[in-house]
């Protein structure tokens, strides 16, 4: 593990799709800058492909239908993963990481299940794991997150990590357009894939969360362990009420410390759509753009903002971390693996405190909102602002809570819908990025 | 270099300012989770002050005023330099990296002339010499540009990495008050220092743009490579005009990529206030913020955003730096160190495209804007816009360039000056941020 400049680095691609294609192209276009930058040779010696027979943009010979043979290969030094999905991938970069090869891998739905396993693998081999481009494409916010803030103690990551989603959001606040539409729309536009399900429904955002929740509280925590609702429910007259409160409507990846009140500390990671005000600033970040908010006991509030997601957004990702792993390996060394020394215990959403926006068709007779507060008051919910709106059978009331427990907030919605006054309870989301 | 979890980490700090102090103070209540985050404990050996009778939060034997015999201590493996200045920080540097020790430094007036000799003995000895906290405080900037972005090839970084003329640039946008008003303002606040000269004349900000651009291209940039100019010529007038334009003004760091007509590549390093449109990211970072834009070629454009100065963010910094450095004693390796491959020459000013914004007072007679225009046109400068006001003798001109060498740009403004019709040109900015 000592400086050897004479050696070249041999590097396996696995997988050719929008990413692999790119860093394919730019492994070739850049060759000349990246043997600066590492400090030796970097040259590509495989592409592994599932359709040998698809016409790409690399010499034939480089592609192969093996993945396993190629990463076997003595001369493979950095396996690059962009296959996506749990197998064969795990066993593949688990196989590498036992043979003494370091791995970048984009894969977030992998990571948030089988970091630790694959942790393990790398550490004992002393080698890299490293997955930037798995969190928010080319926006650096793994590494910042795990070596600039080492010193500091995060207390809490918000982000919009998920592109599909915010597309579509900023295009219903933009349009007035409804979901269905909208969902559609973005599937014309190459936003949205055909199944959209792990977009539209937070996996997506939620496997980034446990992967960001890893790394800023030190825990190991899994997909599994975020709280997840997605954005399917969500209405046009959500993100118009949203205006009337100042607020608009994101999809969030929020990791949390939570302290309670006997000073004991554990973590909250969930994904859900949420008011935020437009003063936030992840209220302004539109379109497929991704950002990551990160407040730090010393550092105070961070924002990363960028591309999340695209070919070479991505792309850039990969290959900054493939040069650093290259560089461990000619200069000896390695960057920090999985850290899980903290082991702070998951929060149930129920213990979260949150603040909800409740929108409901109302009786349009006196006495409704006295009513309606009262559930509250018997919950130990307080009420933060109400608006009544409409009139006769459009009688609207719409309300935003002070925070409180997620179960308080959850039963005081329970309870409106048992009211007879309460025609309808048409939406609730939760409110977030607000001091009180 | 090999791992050895069992050896203690011993740190120097040199100096206790507000950065020093917050140092110290976290290494002491931090303790338990920097061991953690290590993988061995760490231990302040000693700070280093000038005046040992001040009273300080730190143990009094912990304290000397010889920071050349604390530097050389056998059982310090890190020396954190946060005494500023160049001499004795520069000697203190060299000779901690030539003895073995790794240096984290907050001190970028120091690396924007000496990076070169200090990095070269880091190198010698294979230790790191790390200094994210000397651009933007706790913002993460040094290390995604040298690591993240390690793939990608930097088109511009464009920052607003000074505090106090942020603050009050700001101000005077907000109030209306005048530069000299605003900046004693500034001062009472504690936003500026008693002698304001390196922030206001643009100094801290060319120091922070040499070390960036020096990052971002792989070539060696220092502070006199930086073509500066200062805000104290900013009116309140300027920034109203600003807002006709849509625009705001912003003391900006800007390195650029230069690309030849002839495809040759050159570097600009600059540092002054511009206008900005108020739809660019920047534009809404406001009083002691910083924000640092980058363009990539893959990434496409990434913004980083948070507290730029104070004592707790920039110790953040400071620690994350010193925790990888201290990894690396502990596991082997080290980080990336300058990277100076590409060797780029710097562009002159003069040959910079850029763009003017030019308010003039003008005599209230027919043919005056012809006039003027003609003096673009016989440069080749074309004229984007134009607003004209007032009247009799308050008769102004105000204007914007579109995208033509600096040069042009500033021999214009000389050949207005000559005009019989033109009485005075109030102020010359140049804008940024605009796409043509």
Redesign the interface.
């Known amino acids: ?1 000592t ?1 050897n400049p004479d050696r070249t680095i041999g590097v396996a691609v696995l997988g050719m799709g929008n990413v692999g294609a ?1 860093v394919v192209r ?1 492994l070739d276009e ?1 060759a000349g ?2 043997q ?2 590492v400090g030796a040779p970097v040259e590509l010696r495989g592409v592994a492909v599932r359709d040998l027979g698809k016409p790409r943009k690399v010499a034939q010979e480089l592609l192969t239908d093996d993945p396993a043979a190629l990463v076997a290969r003595d001369d493979v030094d950095i396996v690059v993963e962009l296959m996506g999905g749990i197998d064969p991938a795990r066993g593949l970069i688990r196989t590498a990481l036992e043979n003494g090869k370091s791995v970048v891998t984009a894969n977030k739905a992998l990571l948030a299940e089988y970091t630790g396993e694959l942790a393990t693998a790398a550490a004992n081999r ?1 080698v890299d794991l490293y997955f ?1 481009a798995a969190v928010a494409g ?3 916010v793994v ?2 997150l795990m ?7 995060v207390e809490r990551v918000a982000g919009i990590v998920n592109g599909t989603t915010n597309f579509i959001l900023s295009a219903m606040d933009e349009t007035g357009a409804d979901y269905g539409d909208t969902l559609a729309e973005a599937g014309r536009l190459g936003y949205a894939e055909a199944d959209p399900t792990a977009d539209v429904e937070g996996y997506d955002a939620a496997a980034k969360a446990a992967i960001l929740a890893s790394i800023a509280f ?1 825990t190991r925590v899994t997909a599994a362990d975020v709280h997840r609702e997605g954005i399917s429910s969500v209405t046009s007259a959500d993100l118009v009420a949203a205006k009337k409160f100042d607020c608009t409507v994101k999809l969030l990846s929020i990791c949390e410390r939570v302290h309670g009140t006997d000073g004991r500390q554990s973590i909250s990671a969930r994904v859900y759509p949420a008011l935020i005000p437009l003063s936030h ?1 992840l209220a302004s970040v539109n379109g497929a753009f991704n950002a990551v908010v990160v407040e ?12 999340g997601a695209g070919g ?2 991505t ?10 792993a290259a ?2 390996k000619v ?4 960057g ?1 693996l999985e ?1 899980t ?2 082991s702070l215990p998951i929060a149930p959403i129920d213990d979260v405190p949150t603040r909800y926006y409740i929108s409901m068709k109302v009786a349009d007779k006196p006495g409704v909102l006295a009513q309606v507060a009262g559930e509250f008051t018997k919950r130990s919910v307080s009420i933060a602002a109400v608006r009544q709106e409409g009139a006769g059978d459009d009688a609207r009331l719409i309300l935003v809570t002070h925070r409180a427990p997620d179960r308080a907030q959850s039963e005081c919605v329970a309870a409106l819908e048992d009211m007879d006054s309460v025609l309808k309870v048409s939406s609730v989301l939760r409110l977030e990025g607000t001091d009180d």
């Open positions: 593990m400086d790119e730019i850049s800058d990246l600066s930058r002393k930037e080319a926006i650096p590494r910042p070596q600039s803030l080492a010193g500091d103690t030190h600033p730090a006991e010393n550092a105070g509030r961070l924002m990363f903002y960028g591309q070479s957004p792309a850039s990702a990969v290959l900054g971390d493939m040069v650093m560089r461990n200069h000896g060394g390695r920090p850290s020394y903290a």
